[in-house]
């Protein structure tokens, strides 16, 4: 078998979002999705993240990668090239272990979002062509450099960027008979390791590609990248996660299951002198409810508080809940509502945000977590909203169920 690392460069010094390679992204700290298309890979023989910070390199232990040595910090500033933490890492790796790796396999944190399989191809293409020095992952250009322009300067008239044999004017022609175009991505690159230590190049001049569907198109820079791209692994896009798959909103909904606190509210509460509890709620949460209704789907809430504020607040709702100390264990006091009610598991919807919430996950045909749940929730869930507990993640839930109808 071909000895194939995969390196993941993975540097602390991220100013655009501070500690971003470690930031959680759908669950999982951004750099682990990464690690989980190398180790997922049936190809690749190694997993090593290439970083200058300690604490990195410990989520990267946790997940499943090596880090055998911390890359010197010159080596990952905001202005340093990748070539040289490639060479050092083969230099390091040669001279301190003896092992020298024939391929290398580059996979950068920013575009964890990468179908299934794509490592694999990849390496079978560069394997598949000996003159291959590289292979790039790429995706159809969003837009076409045949009409795109330079300037010559202020007062003076533009050129076209490219020329194309046999059409005169590329910019006045239908895109369709244009040439197709590809946009270099993040998501892979396999190398060759000659190609790195006797060309010194990370590319080499033979490229070959692996032509990546646009969907996954993904490339992190900002925290409104992050929230969008967070959107996508959870809208049933097949991809590698580093936990288990993340499956589709049922086709047929009967009954959405919400827990109380921390969904319906905000998780707070104030308890004055005489020891009386009270909480916040959002009350548009209760607004589509009867429109939920007529479609003929049930909301429900299911809660361990025995505080009466539980009832108080179905009522306002319109809704039924189940409350109170019988309610220890949600898993089970689900199962048997969903026996007495004749409802399929499948189509139901359970929402929570606490590690009490996990066993109805298991139950549920789809998991959903607010925003502001916790991390282990967060990792569990088939899907996460865009607003926190108490915040109009019950609305947002409901929205989205009748825009679906």
């Known amino acids: 078998m071909t000895e194939t690392l ?26 682990a999705w990464s690690i989980a298309a190398a180790k997922q890979s049936s190809s690749v023989t190694r997993v090593i993240v290439s970083t200058d910070d300690p604490e990195i390199a410990a989520v990267a232990r946790e997940y ?6 911390l890359r010197p910090s010159e080596l990952a500033q905001d202005n340093s ?8 890492a083969l230099t390091w790796l ?15 944190p920013t575009s964890p979002i990468r179908p299934k399989g794509c490592v694999d191809e990849a390496v079978k293409i560069l394997l598949e062509h000996p003159d291959a020095d590289c292979v790039r992952g790429v995706v159809p250009a969003g837009q076409n450099p045949h009409k795109m322009w330079r300037l010559a300067g202020e007062g003076q008239p533009m050129k076209p960027l ?39 190049s990370l590319t080499g001049d033979v490229i070959y590609p692996l032509v990546i569907d646009p969907h996954y198109t993904v490339d992190i820079d900002n925290l409104s990248d992050w929230a969008k791209y967070e959107a996508l692994v959870y809208s049933g896009l097949a991809m590698v996660t580093p936990g288990g798959t993340k499956r589709p909103m049922p086709g047929k909904v009967d009954l959405v299951i919400c827990d109380f606190d921390g969904v319906l509210t905000d998780n707070r509460v104030w308890v004055d002198r005489d020891g009386r509890e009270s909480v916040a709620a959002f009350r548009s949460d209760s607004i589509r409810v009867k429109e939920l209704r007529t479609t003929g789907m049930e909301l429900l809430i299911l809660s361990s508080e025995v505080d009466p504020v539980v009832a108080a607040r179905a009522k306002k709702m319109g809704v039924e809940a189940i409350h109170g100390v019988g309610v220890h264990d949600k898993g089970r006091v689900m199962r048997e509502v969903l026996e007495q009610r004749n409802v399929k598991a499948e189509n139901v919807i359970y929402v929570g945000n606490d590690l009490n919430d996990l066993p109805c996950f298991e139950v549920a045909g789809w998991s959903v977590a607010v925003a502001d749940a916790y991390p282990e929730v967060l990792r569990a869930a088939d899907f996460v909203l865009s607003k926190a507990g108490g915040h109009g993640a019950v609305r947002e839930l409901i929205d989205l169920l009748l825009s679906r109808k």
């Open 64 to 69: 499943g990668a090596e880090t055998p040595f």
């Open 162 to 200: 490219l020329a194309v044999e046999g059409i005169a004017e590329p910019y006045n022609a239908p895109r369709q008979i244009l040439p197709p175009v590809y946009w270099q991505t993040g998501h892979i690159d396999v190398i060759r390791v000659s190609t790195i230590r006797q060309k010194k």
């Open 81 to 88: 090239l990748d070539l040289p933490l490639f060479e050092h």
């Open 6 to 31: 995969a390196l993941i460069p993975a540097r602390g010094g991220s100013k655009g979002i501070p500690h971003k390679n470690i930031r959680t992204f759908a669950g999982y700290p951004l750099l």
């Open 94 to 108: 040669e001279e301190q272990e003896g092992y020298q790796p024939e391929v290398l396999v580059q996979l950068r």
